[in-house]
């Protein structure tokens, strides 16, 4: 039996059995890890204090057969959200974030942009950044690392796209989309923001409030569209 060492984001906690947990971690070296936090439940146990949603922690586990579900030995707190949760005045992005990076990363396969992303983000809020530059700023690169985020500069024709067909969730040039909205104002220079500038330094919405206000909207629809239904935390709140 191999113990395996790591860092991680928890993402998830749910009650098992008397006094155990399940936990859906989000590890750097082998991206999503469901794993069996025994005794976690009990008054004195160490687990405690580390295992709450989009903590950051160093983890101890092993696996004792294929397929079976990860043993957590142990979980030392790096970062806690606790502050965050504090700070926040709507928690939407504390649902939101832990239940998109449980549905979107994959088991066993490690995606270090998605976790340095994460800590972008989780400190991006810590020091007070807007929470709609945060998530437009997230969804972009997690639709990206996906591969759910649709060609922007060129329509399929391989003329440049003007406008964006809300049915097809693509964007197409002006000859392919009778009826489709032209692109917001400034929408292809924000996009280029986020994909070459850290968190801090994209314009922020209140620069562009009705352009963010589009960029989410139409990120919630592809993400929508290749789930088949919203994600969870969209019925709590929506910022
Ligand atoms: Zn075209």
Redesign the pocket.
Known sequence: MVVKSDSAFVLSVHPYRETSATVALFTLGEGLKRAVAKGARRPKSKLTAALSPLNEVTVQFYESERGSMATLAEADLLRSALPLAIKLPDPFLLHYLPEAVLTFVQEGESSPVLYRLLRACLDGLERGLPPLQVKAYFDFWLLRSNGTLPPWRR???G?PATHWDPRALKA??A??APGAPPFPDGLLDLLAAFRSRPLGEVPPPDAAPDLYRWLLGTFCDLQTHFLGKPLKSYALNRP
């Open positions: 329509c399929s024709c003329a197409r040039c000859r392919h």
